[in-house]
């Protein structure tokens, strides 16, 4: 299988920006998603890339590089609501999950 | 609400209980997905059915029986699970498989218990 690499914590204040990373093997990459998941929550779809630079969506933006094989998620203004787990996803055909990165969001 | 539907959301099993899992998707979507999703791993994908027939099925032990009746259902039939077994089990459907920009959107899955 592929190893999709997040970090699996991190924290950040009320109103800041923080930027989420995302590794993947380069092989074969066919797409690649960015999912929130709150507690006891389904997954929700945020963004997709699949051509290099930055798309933008309000206070979510994602970037991907494919010849590095590394992707970001950007969360600005953060907000409370913010403090979930963030999953990556790449397609290979095949979809390959990161573990998620849980998000602490403090006043 | 995603508009993907599992049922039921909390289920507690003996070994040699058999039982099932449901899902629902009212989005008119042709492909649908199983996941496990156990703490602090991967989501793990276990099954995929595009237009009711079963196109995937990553080295999932047989203990775990797939149906998926029209392309609304899908269901996970369970026979003599392993404690290990215990994790959550989520549910996706997709307008198709393959190429593009083929969001998944995800039920609020099946925390499962083996006892």
């Given at each position: 299988g592929q190893n999709i690499d997040q970090p699996t914590e991190m924290t950040a204040t009320e109103g800041a920006i923080v930027q989420i990373n995302c590794t993947y093997q380069t092989?074969?990459?066919n797409g690649l998603f960015w999912y929130q998941q709150h507690a006891g929550e389904a997954p929700t779809f945020l963004s997709y890339n699949v051509l290099d630079g930055l798309e933008e969506k309000g206070r979510f933006s994602s970037f991907l590089s494919r010849s590095k094989g590394y992707s970001y998620l950007l969360l600005k203004e953060?907000?409370?609501?913010?403090?979930a787990s963030y999953l990556c996803a790449v397609r290979f055909p095949k979809f390959y999950f990161g573990s998620g990165t849980k998000l602490n969001v403090k006043p | 609400e995603t508009g993907v539907t599992q049922t039921p959301r909390h289920l507690v099993m003996g070994m040699t209980n058999k039982k099932s899992l449901k899902c629902e998707q009212h989005l008119g979507h042709n492909a649908m997905y199983w996941y496990k999703q156990s703490a602090k791993k991967p989501l793990e994908l276990m099954f995929v059915y595009s237009l009711e027939e079963?196109?995937?099925?990553?080295?999932?032990?047989?203990r775990f029986s797939p149906e998926c009746p029209n392309s609304s259902h899908l269901f996970l039939h369970l026979h003599?699970?392993?404690?290990?077994?215990?994790a959550l089990y989520l549910c996706a459907s997709s307008q198709e498989l393959g190429q593009g920009k083929n969001i998944q959107y995800f039920g609020a899955g099946t925390r499962l218990s083996v006892l």
């Open positions: 092989s074969g990459f953060l907000q409370m609501k913010d403090s | 079963r196109v995937e099925n990553n080295s999932v032990p047989s003599t699970l392993q404690p290990e077994d215990s």
